[in-house]
């Protein structure tokens, strides 16, 4: 039975914790593809043998997760939750859409308690691990994803050939299976209207830009998520260390740009802050459009200490909370878009008032 | 194959439309569609045009030549995956099928991963010997730089640590454990 409180809470690592760079960088997250050998991928496999292989995971991640220091592990399959579970759990970024609109019997999750590891079971490939950590720190999200790997390996006879690497329903993940992307909220190269330049320049380094939801969406409230595009040939280290050097670049340029909009014209600045904290205490209805526009400001503001109040968890919980799936969770009805607004502009003004 | 619109850049969308019961076929480049509202890139959770559409297009342009991929006979013997399939939906059916349509595969991947060789993870379990020659081909590269700094010490540690290793390799090429 899933538990109640994972549909409900904020209480994600990436939402609650702390992390280096979190005035620009939201969340750190990696994610490794694995197949099972001689087995077909997901999209030929049987329902029967999906379902043993279920089973055989289950057992062996319940069992295993005493060995790592991550705690608990608790199983769903898609089939047994809600579409609106499901929902909710790709707006926590614990799942992804492909999996949620999954109708293959097969198709699981595995989540630790402090969601921080979330491993997908048959969606493009039979296993997707993924860990997501609040800033910037691939590093430490690589170590905790190679050792939920690691145990899982141990137990398991992996699809690997010596040449391609990992061997992955899509030939875009083959190799390492390796996909590591940050988030990154950059408002300031966006007013400042260099972020075309640099989304171009990060293009022609191998690296790629999605938005909030990962392929496919589009970038709201000057979040940007920057992942790595070549998965064969480097290694795990290398696609971090190419990675982790553009974010760094990123994140002193954004620094940069924020400086220069309080340099050249602070009252600007703090106006427009300000008008949109104004907006958001205040607002009776609220688009998702406006909300995600209207918090850009508010985080930009709370980095350049012109609203401290508003602490970095409270941002997180508010990028959650004023999704649809969550609203219509927490509220436990079914909201037509015109209520949505309505209560999701009363949820803003209660959050924010603390 | 160029944009049927533009007829300068390289069509990589290819789509039919079904209007009245009546077939057409467009093949375009990206910005065309874009232009012509076909590719819709404002999205939601529609999984409309995937990657997977994307590489079906690329398999297109990495085919020129016909006559090595005559349609069923080509097929993976682990999962009956044929190559068609593969080219249809950009997705393959097991691991066996990337030995199954190498020859096929191997331009394509060059087109989206470069020309290379896995030099990462290797799973403990069914790589023994080959997690061993990466750590002895590191090492020796650690070796020639020790050399070059004039760091004998440290090259001889090194040297030593990669005939430990050597020993520990299995007798015969590929022999596993």
């Known amino acids: 039975m899933p538990k109640e409180s994972l549909f409900r809470s904020l209480n994600s690592r990436w939402i609650v914790g702390e992390g280096p760079d979190t005035d620009v960088v939201v969340t750190s997250r990696i994610r490794l593809a694995r197949n099972l050998r001689s087995y077909p991928f997901p999209h030929l496999l049987s329902e029967k043998v999906a379902r043993e292989m279920l089973k055989q995971i289950e057992n062996l991640l319940t069992l295993g997760s005493s060995k790592g220091d991550w705690g608990r592990l608790d199983f769903f399959r898609m089939a047994d939750i809600s579409s609106l579970d499901r929902l909710v759990l790709v707006e926590k970024h614990l799942i992804s859409p492909d999996l949620a609109r999954s109708q293959h019997a097969g198709a699981a999750v595995l989540i630790s308690d402090d969601e921080a590891i979330s491993i997908m079971l048959n969606e493009e490939d039979h296993l997707r691990i993924q860990c997501l950590f609040p800033g910037f720190q691939l590093e430490e999200c690589w170590k905790l994803t190679s050792s939920v790997d690691d145990l899982l390996e141990s137990n398991l006879e992996y699809a690997f050939d010596r040449d391609y690497g990992y061997l992955t329903a899509c030939p875009t993940n083959l190799g390492t299976g390796l996909r590591a992307s940050v988030m990154v909220h950059l408002p300031g190269l966006v007013m400042t209207q260099q972020i075309g330049g640099v989304l171009t320049a990060i293009s022609q380094v191998g690296l790629v830009v999605r938005g909030l939801y990962g392929e496919g969406s589009e970038a709201t409230g000057n979040l940007y998520q920057i992942s790595n595009q070549i998965t064969l040939g480097p290694s795990e280290e290398e696609i971090l260390q190419n990675l982790g050097a553009v974010i760094r670049q990123l994140v002193e340029k954004e620094r940069a740009a924020r400086q220069a909009l309080l340099k050249s014209n602070p009252l600007a600045l703090e106006d427009r802050i300000c008008r949109s904290y104004g907006i958001l205490t205040n607002a009776r209805l609220l688009s998702s459009q406006e909300a995600m526009r209207l918090l850009s400001d508010v985080r930009l503001g709370h980095a350049l200490n012109i609203v401290p109040k508003v602490t970095n968890r409270v941002q997180n919980e508010l990028l959650v909370l004023i999704q649809p799936g969550m609203m219509q969770r927490v509220a436990n009805e079914k909201m037509t878009e015109q209520t949505r607004d309505f209560r999701r502009a009363a949820l803003v003004r209660q959050k924010l008032s603390g | ?177």
């Open chain 2, 1 to 177: 194959m160029l944009c049927e619109e533009c007829q300068k850049r390289p069509a990589t969308v290819h789509y039919t439309k079904v209007v009245n019961n009546k077939k057409t076929e467009y093949h375009l480049c990206e910005q065309c569609a874009r232009d012509k509202g076909e590719l819709d890139l404002s999205f939601g959770f529609d999984p409309g045009f995937s990657i997977h559409n994307l590489l079906a297009g690329l398999l297109d342009m990495a085919q020129p030549q016909p006559e090595k991929v005559t349609s069923s006979s080509n097929k993976c013997p682990n999962c009956g995956l044929s190559y068609a399939q593969f080219s249809q939906n950009g997705r393959l059916g097991c691991g066996d099928c990337y030995a199954a349509f190498k020859s096929q595969l191997e331009p394509l991947l060059r087109r989206i991963q470069g020309t290379s060789v896995h030099s990462g993870k290797v799973p403990e379990r069914q790589g023994g010997a080959l997690r061993l020659e990466r750590q002895i081909s590191k090492l020796s590269r650690e070796l020639e730089q020790a050399v070059e700094r004039e760091e004998y010490e440290q090259a001889a540690k090194l040297r030593d640590q990669i005939r430990a290793l050597r020993r520990r390799l299995p007798k015969s090429e590929g022999g596993g454990e």
